[in-house]
């Protein structure tokens, strides 16, 4: 009875170890074919955004996607083909019918050929084969045919910003107009034609037309918003009104403003005067002098000398501030999570005007402190720079209203074509030049941030949630001495100890079975 229940038990436990096999496979294969994604990660990193979904109810005609991805690639190139099929899937049932796309095998040479007349480039990729190594021509790229226009995506890397890829250039597609940001010149501004930015300019111009604007003669009438970036020189005072006349129409005008100039040699600061400082009086805002140090702050590298020797440590450095305190509402700073400020002063207001109402899109951390000394050199105590002085401070803000009600102004009608529409217009003000440098452009979030500015000054807003997606900030919160040790010692021994727990516990149960057995074997 005994040998006729231990058959028993194995035909039974062979059998549902096969049906529970089988349904596995049979949802894998039904998950293949179907699209179901259910969500539930933070702000919805794994599907798409309301700002893709707007852009797809906005569809007029059918979109059509043609995707050139070669088949059969190893990892994680195979792995991102299917990634992206799966989120063109969910694009389709957005847009209610009206995206289609296709997934093209280049492998077939007409197919090829379609791919590089399209100008999509092609990749040599490494393939390890069961019994042969070689180097294969591969496409991994995209067209998007609209109402007789088309964009391409000539190379698809990764899938990091893949949604973003895909979205503005169906927003280019769609757009009836692209809007132009006009980028003043003539007192050592950042402007579209420096070289040093010509990765941010490069991004930028994928979505917005851009044009140097000298303020020696009236803004053009094609221009939709004015940014000054970084000025080192002074602005002349007719200059100066017609950049009151500009907020007067209703407009927007952007400021990323820096008081002093760092030598990262010395590491020393020395005081620069753009002479804006009177227009902004007028609107009731004021920036420091000194620099904001916080003891939330980026990490930087230093080189020791040590005899023969040199070594290099990593090191909080509190004069690039990182920002978590940002403003959840607005629309240029909801999706991000954390941006470092390098060098920044900060923006207080002493008397807004009536009608005038100031938003601070970024504080710092309460353990902030404004420092005006020369010195700005790495390793210092945050005792040594504590002060008085303590945050948390604004570093960037949005001041909106009437502003040709409460900023006096000489401006006529020659200096502005459109003089007659005032309205609500908006000072946008960063309190560092440096937010985009080259030295920091390696921070995702800094460039996000300039982006989703620039194109909230055109009140477009369909990209901002998009953009800001995946720029995720999760630091470990620090734990007192006593804690950490007892979190490491209990990881190091708990899972050892729980595996002797468990066998442990299967013998004892093992021997409690057989037992049984036998117990109703001698009573039979």
Known sequence: MEARMRRSALIFSWTGCAVLLSAL?????????LFLRADFSA????????????????????????????????????????????????????SRGRLRFEMLDPDQEKRRNEALAAGIA??????????????????????????????????????????????RRIKKLTSAKVRTIGFVTGHGEVAPDDSAYAQVFAQIREQLDTQTVSLAKPVPAGVDALWIWAPTARFQPAELERLKAWLGMGKTLGLLLSRREVDFRSFRARP???????????CGLELSDGFVAD????????????????????????????????????????????????????????????????????YSSPHSWLRSDESVAPGRSLEELSNRDVGPFSLAGVLSGDFSKVIPTTWTATDAPAAAAHGPGNLIIVGT?????????????????????????LQDESLLTIRSKGKTYRPLRPLPGLAALLIKYAMIFFLPLALLAAGFGLNARRKRERRRLAQNFDEA
């Open 25 to 33: 496979a049979a949802a894998n294969l039904l998950a293949y074919q």
């Open 43 to 94: 702000n919805g990193a794994y599907s798409i955004s309301p700002g893709t979904k707007a852009l797809l109810r906005g569809l007029q005609d059918t979109l059509t996607v043609k995707v050139y991805y070669t088949t059969r690639l190893p990892p994680p190139y195979g792995l991102d083909r299917q990634y992206l099929k799966d989120l063109l899937s969910e694009y389709k049932s957005a």
């Open 122 to 167: 092609p990749l040599q990729l490494s393939v390890m084969g069961r019994d042969k190594f070689e180097v294969k021509q591969s496409f991994m790229g995209m067209v998007f045919l609209y109402k007789g226009k088309t964009e391409v995506m000539p190379v698809i890397n990764g899938t990091a910003d893949l949604e973003y890829d895909i979205s």
């Open 272 to 282: 620069q005067d753009p002479g804006l400082e009177p227009l902004l009086a007028q």
């Open 295 to 362: 003891a939330q702050s980026e990490k930087i590298q230093m080189e020791s000398a040590y005899g023969m020797f040199r070594a290099v440590s990593v090191v909080d450095y509190p004069f690039i501030p990182l920002v978590t305190d940002l403003d959840r509402e607005h629309p240029a700073v909801r999706g991000l999570d954390a941006v470092s400020f390098p060098f920044a002063h900060a923006v207080r207001t002493t008397a807004v005007r009536p009608g005038l109402a100031y938003t601070s899109l970024a």
């Open 433 to 457: 030049g440096k937010l985009a440098q080259p030295q920091f452009i390696g921070k995702q979030a800094n460039l996000a941030l300039v982006m989703n500015l620039l194109e909230w000054s």
